[in-house]
């Protein structure tokens, strides 16, 4: 099993308040750069920080990375819009950090990002693949493209309490922007994240296309950011099988939309629940109180685990967790 990680920025994650992923504004643009770092190597290298939340809650990465310490699996870094460097082996294809949604254009290569990634999802040598993300903001980026295309599905958060007023009024004026409105990017998925996505969406996408076209499995390994590439790939014509792979925490939180969403996309939906409330732990208890919630690829690595290798799995977390400094309180 491979996971692919395509990791990259948008400006969109400065707007105040807007995303909890990363301790501060000036903090974030390093998050990606350092899940990668904690995925390839157990902790952050070049990155100056631990991404965690403003409250303390490590990043999604940890899990994973705790999920990859028990079961092993194949992990390739794909460099979708990084803003800091990162010490982690990356892919390159050539992909910028996305700008704020609310400028007239937000990927302004969308389509060519988007070419570049299909080829190289069609070219991987696997039979199976989870392709996650990491993109402050992304759920932000996420509405943006749903509205833009007209599809009802609600995003999350890594806040625990979601701000979606704030992030619709920030996409009706993104779309304003854009010269575009709710449902007028019907049938032009590139367009719509060319007007109001971000450069991970036109990564993720054109990946899983590309490796879809070659006959590969893909599993989307995240909430509704996936379901935004979900809808990308419905509009763009790709019909073969597709599945989503989340945690617990997102579907706690958006109840029967996340199931209502993945049945009109014909998306066959799998959730994990890694069981952090049966421990002490300060940083599950955070994950349990709606906290960071998923990305990263946590939702589509837990999905791995075996019944019997979760305890395992939460004794590494424990470890990747004293490695990050982040230790029980
Ligand atoms: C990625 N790294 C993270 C993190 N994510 N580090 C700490 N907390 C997270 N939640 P929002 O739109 O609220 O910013 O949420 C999306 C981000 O949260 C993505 O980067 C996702 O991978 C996750």
Same mark, same amino acid.
Request: net charge negative; charged share 20%.
């Given at each position: ?21 990363? %301790? ?19 902790? #952050? ?8 939340? #403003? ?27 990084? =803003? ?26 969308? @389509? ?6 299909? =080829? ?48 619709? @009024? ?16 019907? !049938? ?19 990946? %899983? ?18 379901? =935004? ?6 509009? =763009? ?16 939180? @958006? ?69 990050? !400094?982040?230790?029980?309180?």
């Amino acid at each position: 099993m491979r996971v692919i990680l395509p990791a990259g920025t948008t400006e969109t994650a400065l707007i105040d308040g807007i995303s909890a992923a990363g %301790a501060s504004p000036d903090l974030m643009e390093h998050t990606p750069s350092a899940d990668v770092e904690i995925l390839a190597y157990g902790k #952050p290298t070049m990155a100056p920080v631990t991404p965690v939340s #403003p409250n303390g809650c490590p990043t999604p990465a940890a899990v994973t990375r705790a999920v990859r310490e028990v079961i092993d699996f194949d992990v390739s870094v794909v460099d979708a819009g990084l =803003a800091q460097p990162t010490g982690a082996p990356t892919v390159g294809l050539g992909v910028e950090p996305g700008a704020d949604i609310r400028n007239t254009v937000a990927v302004p290569d969308a @389509q060519a990002i988007f070419d570049r990634a299909h =080829a190289y999802g069609a070219s991987l040598p696997d039979d199976e693949l989870l392709v996650g993300e990491t993109v402050p903001g992304g759920t932000t980026t996420a509405l943006g493209v749903l509205t833009a295309l007209g599809e009802p599905a609600g995003v999350s958060s890594s806040l625990p309490k979601n701000p979606i007023e704030r992030k619709r @009024q920030v996409v009706d004026e993104a779309l304003t922007a854009s010269g575009g409105s709710a449902g007028s990017f019907d !049938g032009r998925p590139i367009e719509a994240i060319h007007a109001v996505g971000d450069p991970v969406q036109a990564t993720v996408a054109g990946i %899983a296309a590309g490796a879809l076209e070659s006959g590969i499995d893909v599993t989307l390994a995240g909430g509704t950011q996936m379901v =935004a590439v979900a809808t990308v790939l419905r509009h =763009a014509g790709v019909d073969a099988p597709l599945s989503i792979a989340t945690t617990s925490f997102v579907d706690r939180e @958006q109840g029967d939309r996340l199931g209502e969403a993945c049945y009109r996309l014909n998306c066959a939906l799998t959730v994990t629940d890694p069981g952090f409330d049966a421990r002490e732990h300060v940083s599950m208890a955070r994950y349990c109180a709606g906290v960071a919630k998923e990305g990263v690829a946590m939702g589509g690595a837990l999905s791995l685990v075996p019944d019997d290798r979760m305890e395992a799995v939460l004794d590494r977390f424990e470890a990747v967790c004293g490695r990050l !400094g982040i230790e029980d309180e």
